[in-house]
């Protein structure tokens, strides 16, 4: 009997090929060895996602207003993730960005470092590029994928052209889209008007751009696009292709997200949760992989400023009678998770403070 797992991968390609290639090739019937990951990847369907409409809440009527408000509390308390809509994004740009990311991976794989070396963002090494790395979690991922650091300071990779100025816009955009929403969470969660502002200082808040390519994968319940994580950062804005794979959990079920045509996926990362002590839980999500068609999602993840220090808020600690986070700051938190030093550890679960450090 054939063995579910091919052992070996095409012998044309070398051991940390990009994935896009692997899968192109046409000799793939069945998942090579390194990328085993056997996962139910099936999916629940709700109707009850939240939306929200954005326009409400910058130019509504008082009543629409708040409404929206009570929607964006309750999504962010009970799902830690929501649909937005009427974001004011003009599609054009939206469908720009999907393109110039989708350019970005059929640039022709360098080998030499060149165009997509494989090395990790950091601070000092911002506007890099990388592809289906190892995780030390044992398997490979089924992607490909590119991140830069956008602002406080801009970097992007030099290749294609034309990606530069679109993602200076995307960046401009959905940071302005962003910061409106942590003022509105501000004042859902009884915080002084300013005070995420300033706390966070977000006029230099960290922005990160990623791009995520899943080709089409043979055995999709053998391969993972992304397991279950959370974000660093606010609140992370993801857009796609119009291929369906991204999946968040909800009373420990697993949900199939939607997307109605120009809307913003966004969900609450775990800089939130520190922020709001614990009010709002950083949503642990996934990308699954699926036969037919390659998936595009292009990320936005929205942080404080680099060398902000992000505590929970003086006054919920009041109200809560304890913290529940130790402080950080938040670069070093980024760094931490991007260096994959945690060894598939939740960088979260490592400075919540425990009961019995209270004595
Ligand atoms: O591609 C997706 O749907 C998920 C991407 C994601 O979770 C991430 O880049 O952190
Ligand atoms: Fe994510």
């Not at 009884?190 to 055995?219: H, I, M, R, T």
Request: with cysteine.
């Amino acid at each position: 009997m054939a063995p579910a797992i091919a052992p070996v991968k095409p012998s044309n390609l070398a051991e940390n090929s990009f994935v896009k290639a692997l899968a192109e090739s046409s000799t793939l019937n069945s998942v090579p060895s390194q990328f085993a990951y056997a996962n139910d990847s099936r999916g629940s369907h709700s109707d009850s996602i939240p939306i929200v409409d954005f326009s409400h809440l910058v130019a509504g009527t008082p009543d629409q207003r708040a409404k929206v408000l009570r929607d964006l509390d309750k999504a962010c308390r009970e799902w830690g993730f929501f649909v937005l809509v009427n974001h004011g994004i003009p599609e054009s740009l939206l469908k720009a960005i999907i393109e110039a990311s989708l350019e970005y991976f059929e640039l022709p794989e360098e080998t030499s470092g060149g165009t997509r070396p494989r090395v990790r963002p950091t601070l000092s090494n911002p506007a890099v590029a990388a592809s289906s790395i190892r995780p030390t979690t044992g398997f490979t991922l089924w992607r490909d994928f590119v991140k830069s650091y956008v602002h406080p300071q801009f970097h992007c990779p030099e290749k294609p052209h034309k990606l530069r100025d679109v993602l200076a816009e995307f960046s401009e955009k959905t940071r302005s889209v962003a910061r409106k929403l942590l003022q509105d969470i501000g004042e859902n969660l009884g915080l002084e008007k300013g005070y995420v502002d300033e706390v966070l200082k977000l006029d230099s808040c960290f922005q990160l751009y990623a791009a995520n390519y899943y080709p089409p994968c043979p055995q999709p319940d053998q391969a993972i696009g992304l397991p279950a994580h959370t974000d660093h950062g606010l609140l992370t804005f993801l857009i796609h292709n119009g291929v369906a794979g991204l999946q968040i959990q909800h009373n420990g079920e697993w949900f199939n997200t939607n997307s109605p045509q120009n809307s913003i996926l966004v969900n609450t990362a775990d800089h939130l949760e520190i922020l709001s002590n614990g009010r709002y839980k950083s949503v642990r999500h996934r990308a699954v992989v699926n036969n037919e068609a390659t998936r595009i999602s292009v990320v936005m993840a929205n942080g404080a400023a680099p060398d902000a220090v992000v505590e929970p808020a003086g006054a919920l600690v009041e109200q809560d009678g304890r913290a529940y986070y130790h402080p950080m700051k938040f670069i070093e938190y980024v760094e931490t998770m991007l260096s994959n030093r945690l060894q598939g550890k939740s960088n979260l679960d490592c400075i919540k403070i425990q009961q019995q450090e209270d004595h």
